[in-house]
């Protein structure tokens, strides 16, 4: 799987949208994007996975640059209850369902 | 509710005394895996099971057993815990193959070994 680089921490004001980046920069064409997040220490949650497309669901927004490089999670209205570690994954889909997991990004929602 | 549970939540221990930590899932999901986490480490696979009766090592099974007897259960196993497994667990379940999306954790299972 490819190897991928969050920025450690990040803040963001309550109500505004945060913007998560993500490198990638090794990903293969058969890898998916996946991002998790971890609020304190309970189970890590699925937010959204993508393949080159951009993705939207109820909780979030994933944009892949066209060369599939990078890609940034988009939290569009950011809460206190986002406070969170954000783990950016890549991963072939088929090939076993190991997630492994980086450091992270530690998203700070300030009032 | 789509979920997995883990039991205990919380546990703690005399070194060598066996202990199991519990995990189920309502999806029916195939695949099933167990996690450690510990601070400046992250989340490290310890086993997994793509389904009934076939389990593999992770990153981490030095001290672990596993079984996967039925598709809802995986248990976790440790023989004689050492304080070196003082952590924090997680299962986690999802489908298996092609396409596959989501994972599914469990709410952890703090466990101290003294």
């Known amino acids: 799987d490819a190897k991928t680089t969050q920025p450690p921490s990040m803040d963001c004001a309550e109500g505004r949208a945060a913007n998560l980046p993500c490198n990638h920069s090794?990903?293969?064409?058969?890898?998916?994007v996946y991002w998790y997040r971890q609020i304190h220490s309970q189970g890590p949650q699925y937010i959204i996975h993508?393949?080159?497309n951009n993705e939207t669901n109820e909780m979030a927004s994933l944009i892949i640059t066209e060369d599939r490089k990078s890609s940034t999670l988009i939290l569009p209205h950011a809460t206190l209850r986002d406070t969170a570690v954000y783990y950016c994954?890549?991963?072939?889909?088929?090939?076993?369902?190991?997630?492994?997991f980086g450091g992270g990004t530690r998203l700070m929602v300030k009032p | 509710e789509a979920q997995v549970t883990q039991n205990p939540r919380y546990l703690i221990t005399v070194t060598g005394k066996k202990l199991t930590v519990t995990c189920s899932q309502n999806?029916?999901?195939?695949?099933m895996s167990w996690y450690r986490q510990d601070p400046g480490l992250g989340l490290r696979q310890i086993y997994y099971?793509?389904?009934?009766?076939v389990t593999d090592k992770g990153d981490v099974p030095e001290g672990y057993k596993v079984s996967r007897k039925e598709k809802r259960n995986f248990p976790l196993i440790l023989e004689s815990p050492s304080p070196n497994q003082t952590s924090l667990y997680f299962c986690?379940?999802?489908?298996w193959g092609p396409g596959m999306a989501e994972a599914f954790f469990g709410q952890g299972t703090r466990l101290t070994v003294v």
């Open positions: 993508g393949l080159k």
């Open positions: 994954i890549v991963r072939v889909n088929n090939a076993g369902n190991m997630l492994t």
């Open positions: 099971s793509m389904n009934v009766e």
């Open positions: 986690a379940s999802s489908l």
């Open positions: 999806m029916n999901h195939e695949y």
């Open positions: 090794t990903i293969s064409g058969n890898e998916y």
